[in-house]
């Protein structure tokens, strides 16, 4: 409920102290006073697009701050939790608009966007008038109001609308892969087998090439060792032998002379000995096939050169191998894997269009059923010949369902029916939205409701039945009326005059609380005009009594 509205130095208004009650609470004045000035004041300090040049001429700034009462469970709450910001039994909306423009906003005393005002302000106030076009005039939210009317939940059918988009995008998705992987299946299926034929293992690059070099090296060097070893094997060890056998045939008569010669052959023997054993030795290590070099040449060759091809090292040949079967295998159970994604995204749409279904034909009961309530909340508003009418039309699935609600209206039998802003005439329109709201009170607990002359264009019995639903509305929730109807005026619980004065040259509006005579008075007013009558107060006396 909004508890007070302070409001300085905007266009006309110096200083003003507003305090509200519940039930119903009217505003009344002379065209031109400021009524749609206090509208302008409370708009702006919850965040609504308005008007720009709200600051009082001469004035460096100019401040509206408004008091709500938040109880528990009230859905400000959740606004104030999500904008981390403290909730109390008492909300404080203060905004400022200084001179050049700038605009600065509070909610309890803690400095807030404008984003956080209207987020608010849609759980605080709700203004109807016949130029409304955030409530209910406005199509885009006429499905929301069936669905508050008709409390329906549509936690189930979101659910199933998400889980239809995520199976679609999963089948999408893999469908996209599939096709990427299409593209190169030859280059896949050809390279995966030729990784296969030559199985490359890590290492096997380096160690083929220690070998290939060392069976290079021993093929230079293995000619001359041969044919040392075919030098040492002609008869060397023949001829030291003769000698040997010689000289210790003369030793005897050398007289020791050949001692030292002798000596010296025969460690020559055991050298030329072991040379030999040596050379053949060595020979027969670097003894290798030359085919087999060919051979080992060849996977050497391959392996650097399938690395060349694929952009890797050769010791990286073997997962790259490995990456390439995976997408190949992906390729070949894509299919499969397909024709399952196929099968959840059938399953879920199926659940999303039942749940849809479902949803349509509670809307179409509870269209029927707001019609019900309509036809007979017009007939006291002299409206008994008009027909309001909710229709449903198919849109685009979506998280709500495939629905889309417009209130139409046909004000003569036989005569069109059309949108209900479009159809209905100043006056109709304002019943309209009237019997809308009454029929829709109660589904929104804890709004302040505005109505801006509603009632304008509508006088006599259709003005009192106007007031009477008014006040009736008033009964569950806080109403405030800005209104030029006497007959709507008597019905308010509480009444403020709206007026503008001239005071050294400046205009000024004031609004004054009015006791039961200055009330008399003013709907007297309202009766007569310029020049109040007993008549008039008669008459205005009449109407407060109920008379």
């Known amino acids: 409920m909004l508890r007070s509205l302070d409001i300085r130095d905007v266009l006309i208004i110096d200083r003003l102290e507003l305090n509200f009650q519940p039930g119903l609470n009217v505003l009344t004045g002379e065209t031109g006073a400021g009524k749609s000035i206090l509208l302008d004041a409370l708009g702006f300090v919850l965040g609504w697009r308005g008007r720009a040049d709200l600051v009082r001429s001469g004035a460096a700034q100019g401040e509206v701050t408004a008091v709500f009462d938040l109880p528990q469970g009230h859905a400000a709450r959740a606004v104030l939790e999500t904008a981390g910001i403290e909730a109390e039994d008492e909300l404080i909306l203060r905004r400022t608009n200084s001179a050049d423009g700038r605009k600065t906003a509070y909610v309890n005393d803690r400095r807030a966007s404008g984003e956080v005002l209207r987020d608010l302000s849609d759980t605080l106030v709700e203004l109807h008038g016949q130029h409304d076009d955030r409530g209910l005039l406005n199509p885009r939210g006429h499905r929301v109001l069936l669905d508050t009317y008709a409390g329906l939940d549509l936690a189930a059918l979101r659910g199933a609308w998400r889980a239809r988009s995520e199976a679609l995008r999963s089948l999408s998705e893999a469908e996209a892969r599939l096709a990427a992987i299409r ?29 290939r070099r060392q069976m290079q090296a021993a093929a230079r060097i293995r000619d001359d060792i041969a044919r040392a070893n075919e030098v040492l094997g002609q008869g060397a060890d023949h001829a030291l032998q003769d000698a040997l056998r010689w000289l210790n045939g003369a030793a005897d008569k050398a007289e020791g002379r050949l001692d030292t010669a002798l000596a010296a052959l025969e460690r020559a023997m055991v050298e030329l000995s072991d040379a030999q054993s040596g050379v053949k030795s060595c020979l027969e290590a670097l003894d290798f096939d030359e085919a087999a070099l060919e051979r080992l040449e060849e996977r050497l060759f391959a392996i650097r050169a399938l690395a ?79 027909v309001f009418r909710t229709e449903l039309s198919p849109v685009a699935p979506g998280p709500d369902g495939q629905d889309e609600v417009t209130f139409t209206v046909a004000t ?90 001239v005071t050294d040259g400046t205009t000024l509006s004031t609004v004054t609380p009015l006791a039961p005579e200055a009330r008399t008075e003013e709907i007297a007013r309202m009766l007569a005009g310029d020049t109040v009558t007993e008549a008039a107060r008669a008459a205005a006396r009449a109407l407060l009594s109920g008379g």
């Open 183 to 211: 593209v190169e299946e030859d280059f896949l299926r050809h390279a995966v087998a030729e990784l296969n034929k030559l199985n490359p293992q890590p290492g096997e690059e380096a160690k083929l090439d220690t070998e």
């Open 308 to 386: 060349r091809k694929h952009a890797v090292l050769p010791d990286d040949l073997g997962a790259h191998a490995e990456t390439l079967r995976a997408r190949l295998d992906a390729l070949d159970g894509g299919e499969r894997g397909l024709i399952r994604l196929r099968q959840a995204a059938a399953t879920a749409e199926a659940d999303y269009a039942r749940r849809a279904a479902a949803m349509t034909e509670a809307r179409r009961a509870a269209a029927l059923r707001l019609d019900a309530a309509m036809a007979a909340e017009l007939a006291p508003l002299k409206m008994e010949r008009a």
């Open 412 to 501: 003569n039998p036989g005569a069109p029916a059309g949108p209900l802003n479009r159809i209905a005439s100043g006056g109709e329109l304002s019943r309209f939205l009237l019997a809308l709201k009454v029929c829709l009170t109660g589904q929104t607990p804890g709004l302040t409701l505005i109505f801006d002359e509603i009632d304008r264009g509508v006088g006599g019995a259709t003005a009192d039945a106007v007031g009477r639903r008014l006040a009736q509305l008033a009964k569950g929730a806080q109403v405030l009326v800005v209104t030029h109807s006497p007959q709507v005026a008597a019905l308010g619980a509480h009444h403020w005059r709206v007026e503008k004065r």
